[in-house]
């Protein structure tokens, strides 16, 4: 088996395998494109398995730490049961150190698949569905900021007000080009934005969805940001308007504080979720990139059990000093970790409790307690993006 970077000349080849595993009818122009690159695995000269890793980063501690996103991973009919895939997602875990992304994120459909390989679920992906009388319910804003279309004029402006609340919830993306085209945006219905005395203090960008028979359609809210109280409040007052011509909003939970502290939901409503899993390829960068609470000095000895990474595998010490977090070599190796065990751990997802009661962590509970205060109680590990 040979596994190399994809070029041009395997666009053919790779449109047909992606078709037949996800039912995919638009071919792409370009297989390679900005921020996005990719493998194949051949097999007797053809193309028999494919993986793309598009270039993101995802804020945790308010630090953006660059990540590889795994998707479209796809593989030949005829040639599976021959370790294509496996042999794919180890050589995208070294070429993702190459690029300088210690974590990598993928929405799985085989979960399996992917924990052999050290990915394990790290957070949470959610839509939720609000009926427009609970809308109605929801408090009024008690200033009321103008709204106005938005332009190309708005772009940078609006990806500023996205980073500015972004940056404060684990797991989100922070959108960076070229892998995102801030441009795209405005192809949806609804752009709307609300003007500040420096810059804006909210955006709402959102999607009608067609009726079906008596059925009045629905609106498809993918961003509600807001800067502060009001500005959420005269986002969610936008939404009322809609009373008459709606039954019902999708929307999609960028900033949980919109549904959790100022919605008006009831006590059991639909939602819809996704899970992501996420996996640390480079344990020492990870932990340098990320943003951490600042604690007393302090040391915690792991040996981190990861056969597909043996760059970091063996005992490692996690070092707290002078507020600076560090990981170097060395140590007794108190608190064995998994490697399916770091990426929960690293977005806040679990603690080490239930890391230990998944046989994924080893060691005396008091030796491990470091970790936990490490991440701290820093709410759900969300993405408000899908790849």
């Not at 070029?7 to 790779?14: I, P, S």
């Not at 993986?51 to 660059?66: D, N, R, S």
């Not at 698949?113 to 990915?119: A, E, I, N, P, S």
């Not at 010490?317 to 060395?330: L, N, S």
């Amino acid at each position: 088996m040979h596994i190399r970077e994809y070029t041009e000349d395997d666009l053919d080849a790779v449109f047909r395998l992606r078709k037949l595993a996800f039912n995919s009818s638009e071919r792409p122009e370009k297989l390679v494109q900005p921020g996005k690159h990719g493998l194949v695995a051949e097999l007797d000269g053809k193309v028999a398995g494919v993986l793309g890793i598009g270039e993101y980063a995802q804020f945790y501690g308010g630090a953006p730490v660059p990540m590889g996103g795994i998707g479209g991973v796809s593989v030949n009919g005829a040639t599976r049961g021959r370790g294509v895939a496996g042999a794919l997602l180890d050589k995208a875990l070294s070429t993702m150190r190459e690029h300088g992304q210690p974590i990598s994120v993928l929405y799985a459909t085989v979960p399996n698949l992917y924990r052999k390989r050290g990915w394990e679920r790290a957070g949470l992906f959610q839509w939720v569905e609000v009926p427009m009388d609970r809308l109605l319910s929801a408090p009024a804003p008690t200033e009321l900021i103008p709204s106005r279309p938005a332009d190309e004029s708005d772009l940078t402006a609006m990806h500023d007000c996205y980073l500015e609340v972004a940056r404060t919830i684990d797991g989100m993306a922070d959108r960076r080009p070229p892998r995102i085209d801030l441009a795209k945006v405005l192809e949806m219905d609804v752009v709307s934005v609300l003007p500040g005395p420096n810059g804006l203090r909210g955006y709402l960008t959102a999607q009608r969805e067609p009726s079906h028979d008596r059925d009045m359609g629905r609106l498809k809210v993918y961003d509600l940001i807001g800067v502060d109280v009001e500005a959420q409040l005269n986002l969610l007052a936008t939404l009322k308007s809609w009373a008459g011509t709606l039954e019902t909003v999708d929307l999609r939970i960028t900033d949980p504080a919109t549904l959790d502290l100022l919605g008006a939901t009831p006590l059991r409503y639909e939602m819809s979720t996704s899970t992501w899993m996420l996996r640390v390829v480079d344990l020492p960068a990870a932990v340098a990139a990320r943003g951490w609470p600042r604690l007393a000095d302090a040391a915690v000895d792991l040996e981190i059990v990861d056969e597909h990474a043996p760059w970091h595998a063996g005992k490692q010490r996690v070092v707290i000093e002078d507020g600076v977090v560090g990981v170097e070599p060395g140590g007794t190796g108190a608190v064995r970790l998994h490697a399916r065990a770091l990426g929960p751990w690293f977005t806040g997802f679990q603690n080490t409790h239930a890391l230990r009661r998944a046989g994924l962590l080893e060691g005396d509970p008091a030796d491990a307690a470091v970790l936990d205060q490490l991440v701290g109680a820093s709410g759900v590990p969300r993405l408000a993006d899908f790849f």
